[in-house]
């Protein structure tokens, strides 16, 4: 298991709508999402988690819904909305711009 | 983010934060449940697995605090945060809040009420359907003296057929008929109206209908609609009165409706159509057929859709200029047509009243607001230490800057509010003072527009008073950047100060000379010899007189019963009380055998009675008055005044010349009769000026009802009403008597707009002068408590209380020097838009200015006077003490 890392400052927000690109998802289970891909480098606490949930929700990214699940405990799902997608698509594309020139400058001698 | 969405989500979560609140409270519970039950999966104890989550999660509040951030958004937060912080400091300051409020609460109040009536009257269309394309039609007789005068029925009948521009005209004359029978006998102010006038104004009944062209076809039975007025007086609101008889003049009579209780016939002043009038009835159906020169409708146009003013004046003046030519009748002068937008006609003489009173609260308003803003800055200064605490603290320029404009806002709202209600009250005072002659004000209420305008006004107002104090602010920034004492340093805030109160000192001066001026004018006004002394008359009118004794001996007999009472000194009767509302009587008159009647000079016409001239002072230049002998038996004599006299046979002496008049109104002076003397012109339609040369004629030849009876008391006039009372019912039990008051009243009516244009002045200056001393009062106070040391130093060192209370004499001496220099020059220049209300004194009258200089310095020595006592009251210990 890798070494739990802060995570970088304006990505959680990437990270949750990656996250909940393939089905709804609730608070625990992006949390547990993201630190399954990142191997435990990423470790999503709730302090962050539902401040950037929220501020998702707020700017009409995801829409949260309440579930119950099989256990018979009431849940909050959140999905990726329309605008959401295509903002996905978006950081993606910015996140990608920034690893290359990021890259780019750390290679340069 | 797009903007529509923020602000959806934003309201949402206004509206909805309660339910947010809960849902985020499930929300997080469901997390700790679920990371405790994994916890628990792998075999730790319930309860501490719960506390573990939950320390690791480190607070749930301070999420929810996190996440309410994100929703509700900075900026917002930080406004309620600021508004709730204001409304704290408003209410622990409930001093300051008070004054300000009501000092806000003043001028927006004044200023609402007094808009309200400039929006009703000048601003809202008139009462009637598309009032735009209404004009008012006349003929311009100046060379006669008569700039706007009547039309004829003839005349009535060439607009509508040859003018093309207009859908059509229509035509009122306003006279006095007896409504009898079902109860009292009363007099009415009645308009005789063309058949289509109403539906012409777009103006229709309450109750029944107005009239239709079927009213005027031969063999109808009379017709009247009547005014709300007196549906309710006298037949107690009657809901099926449409259709009832009732006898006017004696003759059987329909009433076909009722107009809405707040109709009035706005027309302009000089129409001698009373706005107030009672009921309306068809003129004579033979109008077309009366003679071209019997003049008497006052004529009402509509143009039709798209038309021009100036076209529409063109296309009336066409008219008259075809009818010169086509009727030699005209003679040399012809005829010339003018048109008039109705509504800027019918306020014309308001106009010019209302305007001052609207520009005279709007710097009310202003003096207002400098007070707010002046102790928005004392209080600044005295929070010197807060703010410079919040700047220590980081607050930024914008966030100090949010703070004051929150806070000016906030007291501007609450100001603005209690200013409404003010208003409210303010306009009803208005109504109830307003004299009978601006009924029209009582048009006037607070709706939407005024409102909208008001807030308009004082929030513009608030924007600025809020950011006033900021001066103060910055200076506390580089006070605690320079680290020194900024509670004990008070200059810069003061300084502005000091401008605002000179500024608010000086418009003070020019509501003072304002006030002045029109109080210069009233007694001017007053001070007119109107030619005819009303003083100790007492006057009446009988609706009917006894069947079985009719005309002259009527007259007679009462005249004589009359005089006979103890404390009278005599009794006359005539047609026309002075200023009356009795639809006056006049026309043209020929000096000369053979003078051309088409450019016949007008003059007024009133019938005497014997000993009428002598009751009412009207001063006798040559020849004598009338006498019982002056009768049927005799041959027509008449008085006339003096500016006919001159403008007749200059020179020469009027006594046995003959004069033709037109007493009957047929638009012809045909009837002969013989000047026997000759009297001072009397003033008897407007105080301020002579309108028209007068002709009078005896009572006993020439009888016009219905009269006014005068009578002359040798104490007080109203001593002899009852006796006058019991001398008419020894006469007639059943003689119903109206109008009882002093002749003076109809003097009061003549002048009453000016007195209440007067007043109003009066009181705005009185309540600017209290603004301005407690401006005064709080700018020396300020500068007394800053100078706290300063005195008790001088005491110490053995100044005398003179010296003391000539220090701060001194300063208040400097804001009132500057201010009223300044507040003569603007005087100087506002007062010129004051010059069509003045009489008899100019705009700039040196003597007016100087008198309101006192006045101000009175006012200051009194605001100093409490500081001032403060001051010399500085015990030396105490102040070095306290450093």
């Not at chain 1, 709508?17 to 480098?41: C, F, M, S």
């Not at chain 1, 978006?90 to 711009?97: G, H, P, T, V």
């Not at chain 2, 003959?658 to 105080?687: C, M, N, Y």
Request: with cysteine; hydrophobic share 45%; net charge positive.
């Amino acid at each position: 298991m890798a070494q739990p890392t802060e995570i970088l400052k304006g990505t959680l927000g990437l990270l949750i709508l990656r996250t909940l690109e393939l089905e709804p998802r609730h608070g625990v289970g992006i949390a547990d999402r993201i630190e399954q891909i990142t191997r435990g480098t990423f470790n999503v606490k709730a302090g962050s988690l539902f401040p950037a949930l929220h501020r998702l929700e707020q700017e009409g990214f995801i829409a949260g819904e309440w579930s119950v699940t099989e256990a018979g405990r009431r849940i909050r799902a959140y999905r990726l909305t329309p605008a959401g997608r295509q903002q996905l698509i978006a950081e993606k594309k910015q996140w990608a711009r920034i690893v290359s020139a990021v890259g780019l400058v750390l290679e340069s001698d | 983010m797009p903007l529509v969405p923020k602000i959806v989500s934003f309201w949402r979560t206004l509206v909805r934060g309660r339910t947010i609140e809960v849902e985020l409270d499930d929300e997080l519970r469901s997390y700790v449940e679920e990371v405790t039950a994994r916890k628990v999966a792998l075999g730790a104890e319930p309860s501490a697995a719960r506390r573990q989550t939950l320390m690791e999660i480190g607070g749930l509040d301070r999420i929810k605090e996190e996440v309410r951030d994100v929703r509700i958004g900075r900026l917002a937060e930080e406004t309620f945060r600021d508004i709730s912080y204001a409304w704290r400091m408003l209410r622990k300051a409930p001093g300051f809040t008070l004054a300000a409020v009501t000092t806000l609460a003043l001028g927006v109040g004044a200023n609402t009420a007094i808009f309200s009536v400039v929006h009703a009257l000048l601003i809202a269309p008139l009462p009637y359907a598309d009032p735009a394309r209404l004009v008012f039609v006349w003929a311009d007789q100046s060379s006669e003296g008569y700039p706007r005068a009547p039309l004829s029925g003839p005349e009535l009948i060439d607009l509508d057929t040859r003018a093309s521009l207009f859908d059509g005209f229509g035509a009122i004359w306003a006279t006095t008929a007896a409504l009898t029978g079902d109860s009292e006998p009363e007099q009415l102010r009645i308009g005789l109206v063309s058949s289509d006038f109403f539906s012409l104004l777009g103006a229709n009944a309450e109750v029944g209908r107005t009239f239709v062209a079927a009213d005027e076809t031969s063999g109808a039975p009379g017709s009247i609609l009547l005014s709300a007025a007196v549906w309710q007086r006298r037949y107690g609101g009657d809901p099926a009165i449409a259709g009832k008889r009732v006898l006017v003049n004696g003759r059987p009579t329909t009433v076909v409706g009722v107009m809405p209780a707040g109709f009035r016939l706005l027309m302009p002043p000089d129409a001698a159509v009373p706005d107030d009038l009672e009921a309306w009835q068809l003129l004579d159906r033979a109008l077309p057929e009366f003679p071209r020169g019997q003049r008497f409708l006052r004529v009402v146009g509509r143009m039709r859709n798209g038309v021009s003013l100036a076209d529409a004046q063109q296309d009336v003046a066409r008219v008259g200029t075809e009818i010169s030519k086509a009727y030699p009748h005209y003679g040399a002068a012809g005829r010339k047509f003018e048109t008039v937008s109705l509504h800027a006609d019918a306020v014309r003489e308001i106009r010019g009243p209302l305007l001052t009173m609207f520009g005279a609260v709007g710097i009310l308003l202003l003096i207002a607001c400098v007070n707010v803003a002046s102790l928005l800055i004392a209080r600044a200064a005295s929070r010197t230490r807060e703010t410079a605490v919040r700047v220590a603290l980081g607050a930024g320029n914008g966030r100090l800057f949010r703070q004051h404009l929150i806070e000016g806002l906030l007291l501007t709202t609450v100001g603005a509010i209690t200013g409404l209600v003010v208003a409210r009250w303010g306009l009803d005072a208005l109504l109830a003072l307003a004299p009978p002659a601006l009924s029209r004000l009582s048009a006037a209420e607070i709706s939407g527009p005024v409102i909208a305008f008001s807030l308009a006004v004082v929030f513009t107002w608030g924007v600025l008073l809020s950011v006033a104090p900021l001066s103060e602010v910055w200076r506390v920034r580089l006070a605690n950047a320079i680290r020194i004492d900024a509670a004990r340093n008070g200059g810069g805030g003061q300084r502005l100060r000091t401008v605002l109160i000179s500024t608010q000192i000086a418009m003070s001066v020019i509501l003072v000379v304002g006030a002045l001026l029109l109080v210069r004018t009233f007694m001017n006004v007053q001070a007119i010899d109107p030619g005819f002394n009303a003083g100790g008359i007492y006057s009446f009118r009988l609706a009917s007189r006894p069947a079985k004794d009719r005309g002259l001996a009527f007259g007679r007999r009462l005249q004589e019963e009359l005089s006979a009472l103890t404390g009278v000194a005599g009794a006359a009767s005539l047609s026309h009380a002075p200023y009356d509302h009795v639809p006056n009587w006049g026309g043209p008159y020929l000096s000369r055998k053979g003078a051309e009647p088409s450019t016949a000079p007008q003059a007024d016409y009133r019938s005497l009675s014997p000993g009428a001239l002598e009751l009412l002072g009207i001063r006798l230049i040559d020849g004598r008055s009338f006498t019982e002998d002056d009768d049927d038996n005799a041959r027509l004599v008449v008085v006339v005044d003096n500016r006919l006299a001159a403008r007749a046979w200059p020179g020469e002496s009027p006594i046995g010349r003959r004069l033709a008049v037109d007493p009957f109104v047929t638009g012809e002076p045909k009837i002969w009769a013989t000047v026997v003397g000759v009297v001072q012109h009397v003033r008897h339609r407007s105080p301020v000026e002579e309108v028209r040369d007068q002709i009078y004629f005896p009572q006993r030849q020439l009888l016009r009802n219905p009269s006014v009876y005068i009578v002359k008391a040798t104490g007080d006039p109203a001593a002899i009403v009852p006796s006058v009372r019991d001398a008419l019912t020894r006469i007639d039990p059943a003689l119903p008597i109206y109008d009882v008051r002093p002749l003076t009243a109809y003097v009061e009516g003549a002048n009453a707009t000016r007195a209440f244009t007067m007043q109003l002045a009066v009181i705005f200056a009185l309540v600017a002068l209290t603004l301005a001393s407690v401006g005064i009062y709080g700018v020396i106070a300020y500068s007394v408590t800053l100078r706290h040391r300063e005195f008790g130093v001088r005491r110490a060192l053995g100044a005398g209380a003179a010296q003391v209370i000539a220090l701060v004499a001194r300063d208040g001496a400097r804001l009132l020097t500057r201010g009223i220099v300044a507040g003569l020059v603007g005087a100087a220049l506002v007062t010129w838009f004051l010059r069509g209300l003045l009489f008899g004194v100019s705009p700039w009258d040196l003597a007016t200015y100087a008198s309101a200089i006192p006045v101000l310095i009175v006012v200051g020595l009194i605001a100093c006077l409490l500081p001032a006592r403060r001051a010399l009251a500085t015990n030396p210990v105490d102040a070095l003490r306290s450093e």
